[in-house]
């Protein structure tokens, strides 16, 4: 968490204050932000100045390019968030990163956790990085089912597992695996290799679909709201979610109990009944 559609909709949040914008001045509050730069000093260097050329998304990565071939990538990790704010707004506990343009507003990085980062990369620096490793977008470079089929034969990792590897998908986390397999009628703990083609092309139907609706709604920002998006609202697709949470309730296809088991050392809620 925040997954797929909630970086997506921080990325379309942020856009309008990044993109043709001029970087003013970057201030890096928490020096574990920027534990990935070898040398720290580049971030201010590398981007102080430069017109921001572009905000975009791979998996759940933020990448940001401006001027000279330079990237800055921003990963929220667990509690991380960014908020579009005015100078004088007051600044949020655990603003750990600002970004501020010269159109006057702030891009702010807000982690009480600090497992998010940001990093800025020359285009070699990105070639040899782990963006480079990751697996298609699950949003705009879905695979098809046959791709999928191939890429799974043989594996006896649980489907769950597979899907939450960002080298096989980028982008799923653990709500949305749980809803899309859920969605797909498939066991999160079968072997990915033991899926025949009908179920799998069953759980790339349900991929593209779950996300966009959670896109939609702003994405899932749970109770501890550590998710917002960037103008402070929460994400409202926690009150659509079928399993996710939902241990003890009814399933709403067939009214069994949803469980909670642990895959792949992630909590995992599924139908008994449905996900046989």
Known sequence: MPELP??????????????????????VRRARMSRRQPNPADIPGRLIGRKVLDVGRIGKFLIVDVEDGFSLVMHLGMSGRLLVANLEDPE????????????????????????????????????DSSIAALGPDAFDALP???????????RSVAIKTLLLDQRFLAGLGNIYADEILYRAKVDPLRQA??????????????IRPVLAAGLAHGGTSLGDLTYLLPDGRAGEYLQRLRVYGRVGEECRRCR?????????GRSTFSCPTCQR
């Open 6 to 27: 909630e970086v997506e909709t921080t990325r379309r949040g942020i856009e309008p204050a990044l993109a043709g914008n001029r970087i003013a001045d970057v201030s």
């Open 193 to 206: 290799g033991s899926l025949v083609a009908s179920e799998i092309s069953a759980i790339r139907k349900q």
């Open 144 to 154: 098809r089912s046959p791709q999928l089929l191939a890429r799974m034969e043989g």
């Open 256 to 264: 069994s109990k949803i469980i909670k088991r642990v895959v792949g």
């Open 92 to 127: 949020d506990a655990h603003t750990n990163v600002v970004i501020r343009t010269e159109a006057h507003e702030e891009v702010r990085m807000i982690d009480p956790r600090t497992f998010g980062f940001i990093v800025v990369y020359t285009p070699d620096e990105l070639a």
